[in-house]
């Protein structure tokens, strides 16, 4: 949506706006399921208890096919082979560690490249999305991609928790629904066609709270998904009411995290406000990779999805360390993303034990974030997941660590009832065990500002990329 288009929709009523909404969300709907999408979803749930052994033979041939393709009928990639055979290079294209790693900016720069001979794109699914960067991304998938994906999203994002999409769900995203200057309701849009309250991410302001809990009460909404930080802001607006209750009386079946990490102290808040379990979700546009929590706690791979390696320096890190997410798509064959770094850490879980669920997929430990969430020390170590430092006995309702320099730290903060200069003095000291002699400064703000497509960032790295030492194993927080 331009931004012209954008004025005219938001000085529009807001029963037009929603009438606007719900097309739009008819449109997505026709795109997203079908006929198959039935049985897609049984081959989902049936896949979820495979061996091992059976997932590997799944995805080799897949992979195997997905590599012949790419290497010479999607131009980006049968160009690159060939300029390695000018020089001398006579790798073999259907081992997978074979293939380079490819960056985001490639991406950004040559989206049609990407695209395998023969495809239209105005006959594709076409999504546009900024990421956590702010920079824009084109990407193109088959309706077949589509009803794939949507699959298994519907199995393993809802089927998992006890809801479907004939639910009323409470969406809180990033798309800017009203003006962002806006102080007066409504800071959301009814979408009729995907059952969908979907809200504002930028209006959760403390005073503004008791109209988005208003309107979930109004709109009947059944469960949440969205941002952790705006369900966490949500749920603190419940918290810090007078009548808590009222979170209570919504009658949620869950809320699902989606789009950033899901901290500690965020799941406990929003169980509370809410009284339903809370689960956390990992995806992404590109569908190179995903992931969901189950009902036991376990963060599921979804090896169906795409191949993910964890990697450090080039080499797979073993289970138990942090390592890049390097994906492999095994989706979207019309567009593949072949080893894509995706930008983000994760740890995978220890082999063995066993799910209480049953499930048979893989999983991960946990998520760390984004590659720049990092922090650097002088001597070389890096370190992620800085959440413990903020544990339940600070009164604050969120934090961003912001590393200026190797040796300092910004820690920009929105105090809660009870935060005193203490506190500072805890925070820094918590800090400093993790990262040695390092300055501590602090910054008390009534809101800490979004990013791009209204996401928060725990943990802010400004120095330069040319800047920071040498890499060593990433340190346990």
């Not at 800017?176 to 007066?184: E, I, K, S």
């Not at 300092?408 to 005193?420: E, K, M, Q, S, T």
Request: aromatic share 8%; proline share 6%.
């Amino acid at each position: 949506m331009n931004s012209l288009t954008q004025r005219i929709y938001w000085s529009m009523p807001a029963a037009l706006r929603d009438f606007a909404a719900g097309v739009h969300g008819a449109r997505l709907t026709r795109q997203r399921y079908g006929r198959e999408t039935d049985r897609l979803m049984a081959d989902a749930l049936d896949r979820e208890h495979w061996s091992e052994e059976r997932w590997k033979e799944w995805r080799q041939a897949r992979l195997s096919k997905l590599l012949e393709l790419s290497s010479t009928k999607v131009p980006f990639y049968r160009e690159a082979w060939a300029a390695r055979r000018r020089a001398g290079d006579r790798s073999d294209p259907a081992v997978l560690q074979n293939w380079p790693l490819l960056e985001k900016d490639d991406l950004r720069r040559h989206p049609r490249a990407f695209l395998a001979e023969g495809r239209r794109p105005e006959r594709m699914v076409s999504l546009h999305t900024s990421g956590t960067s702010g920079k824009p991304l084109t990407l193109w998938r088959s309706r077949e991609t589509n009803l794939a994906w949507y699959a298994l999203f519907e199995v393993r994002s809802r089927l998992w928790h006890g809801v479907d999409r004939a639910c009323r769900w409470a969406n809180l995203g990033g798309q800017l629904v009203t003006a962002a200057g806006a102080r007066r309701p409504p800071f959301w849009v009814w979408n009729r066609g995907l059952n969908q309250l979907y809200m504002s991410s930028y209006h959760l302001a403390p005073d503004l709270l008791p109209y988005y809990l208003e309107a979930l009460q109004r709109y009947r909404i059944e469960y949440l998904y969205g941002y952790s930080s705006s369900l966490h802001a949500l749920a603190l607006g419940v918290l810090g009411s007078p009548h808590p209750e009222a979170g209570r009386a919504l009658k949620l079946r869950v809320a699902l995290t989606n789009a950033e990490p899901l901290f500690e102290g965020q799941r406990q808040a929003i169980q509370q406000a809410f009284d339903c379990p809370v689960r956390e979700t990992y995806g992404m546009a590109e569908i190179a990779s995903a992931a969901g929590e189950c009902s036991e706690g376990g963060l599921h791979e979804w090896p169906d999805a795409g191949l993910v390696e964890l990697l450090e320096e080039g080499e797979e890190v073993p289970r138990g360390q942090a390592g890049e997410v390097v994906a492999t798509g095994l989706l979207n064959a019309d567009m593949p993303l072949i080893r894509y770094r995706v930008g983000d850490r994760a740890v995978r879980a220890p082999a063995g034990a066993a799910c209480g669920c049953g499930r048979t997929l893989p999983r991960f430990e946990r998520i760390e974030g984004r590659v720049d969430d990092i922090l650097f020390t002088a001597d070389g170590r890096r370190i992620g997941r800085l959440d413990p430092v903020f544990k339940a006995d600070i009164p604050m309702k969120e934090a961003q660590i912001i590393q200026e320099a190797l040796g300092r730290l910004v820690v920009r903060y929105v105090p809660d009832a009870g935060f005193a200069r203490r506190h500072e003095y805890l925070i820094a000291q918590r800090l400093q065990e993790r990262l040695g002699a390092i300055e501590v400064a602090f910054d008390a703000v009534s809101r800490i500002p979004r990013g791009a497509n209204g996401k928060f960032r725990a943990v802010v790295c400004l120095i330069p990329p040319d800047q920071r030492p040498s890499s060593r194993p990433l340190a346990a927080p």
